[in-house]
Nanobody
Framework: QVQLVESGGGLVQPGGSLRLSCAAS????????IGWFRQAPGKEREGVSC????????YYTDSVKGRFTISRDNAKNTVYLQMNSLKPEDTAVYYC??????????????????WGQGTQVTVSS
């Protein structure tokens, strides 16, 4: 049984930082691809970032490049999303997702098989 649990969300002022964690259980990350998605009120879920736990290759959507950094600790079965220079537009529920298949479109929710419950990120003054 594969399970993903997100943590680290909260309320932060514009320009601030948060670090999200995604803890996986039921499998090793060595052969997995893990993605972060977010969904703002009234909007569709969108891909934010993705990492291959095997070779460490990464993907970022244009709106977060230079501000967000994805990383993983395979020994702890955990993936992180460091979010800096946060903007109000980053406000959303952030979800962790995982697949053991090769990923051709890392921004697509259809590429991922397992999902966490999400953690709320609010960027506001």
């Amino acid at each position: 049984q594969v399970q993903l649990v997100e943590s680290g969300g909260g309320l932060v002022q514009p320009g601030g930082s948060l670090r999200l964690s995604c803890a996986a259980s039921g499998l090793t990350l060595d052969y997995s691809v893990i993605g972060w998605f977010r969904q703002a009120p009234g909007k569709e879920r969108e891909g934010v970032s993705c990492i291959s736990a095997g070779d460490g290759s990464t993907y970022y959507t244009d709106s977060v490049k230079g501000r967000f950094t994805i990383s993983r600790d395979n020994a702890k079965n955990t993936v992180y999303l460091q979010m800096n220079s946060l903007k109000p537009e980053d406000t959303a529920v952030y979800y962790c997702a995982l697949t053991e298949r090769l990923v051709r479109h890392p921004e697509s929710i259809d590429e991922f098989d397992y999902w966490g419950q999400g953690t709320q990120v609010t960027v506001s003054s």
